[in-house]
């Protein structure tokens, strides 16, 4: 089954996102209007800028910048490219950290742990990928129109919005 998403010549973007929560909105921003550009479908585009946003939000809390310098300072790196096929890639690095990215079981107080869930059930897959510097790349395929069935009631505690929350941010 190709994933078509884009009508257009492929889309491809690299940039340095600073370690931290700063430049989550900037980066949003800027994927937004490269796939909107690209021709993607909005719902798409929707799915891939919270997905960016949850991988960035990852990559400052559970891994080191690149470059081996202390947290706080220096990049990370966010990508995305949507290929000769349509198909929409959304890629993160960091320099590593502690623990291997993995879904988590938060309870319905916890005010964490659900980014993956959300990556989950919003992209095609995702995956995590190595490389001998150290860096840690975790990526998604984005899908059009097939969040999964449970998707608001894995992610979400009763009366929480996660459109309202993501529109006020950056």
């Known amino acids: 089954m190709a994933l ?6 492929p889309t491809s973007s690299s940039m340095a996102v600073p370690h ?3 430049g989550v909105g900037q980066a949003r921003h800027r994927m937004r209007g490269d796939l909107r550009r690209g021709g993607v479908p909005e719902s798409v585009v929707d799915d891939a800028v919270l997905i960016l ?4 939000s990852n990559a400052y809390r559970h891994g080191r910048p690149l470059g081996h310098v202390e947290v706080g300072e220096g990049d990370v790196r ?7 096929t349509g198909r929409l890639t959304v890629e993160v690095t960091d320099g590593g950290g502690p623990t291997r990215p993995v879904p988590a079981t938060p309870s319905v107080t916890a005010r ?3 980014g993956l869930n959300i990556i ?3 992209a095609r897959e995702w995956g995590v990928r190595d490389n001998a510097a150290g860096e840690v790349t975790v990526w998604a395929i984005v899908r059009e129109g097939q ?4 998707f608001a009631t894995r992610v ?13 941010v950056g």
């Open 4 to 9: 078509v998403v884009a009508q257009e010549v």
């Open 20 to 22: 931290g929560p700063a």
């Open 53 to 56: 946003s949850e991988l960035l």
């Open 78 to 84: 966010a990508a995305w490219r949507v290929d000769m």
């Open 112 to 114: 964490g742990g659900r």
């Open 120 to 122: 989950t059930a919003l």
């Open 147 to 150: 969040r999964r069935d449970d």
């Open 156 to 168: 979400t505690a009763p009366g929480f919005d996660l459109v309202e929350v993501y529109d006020d």
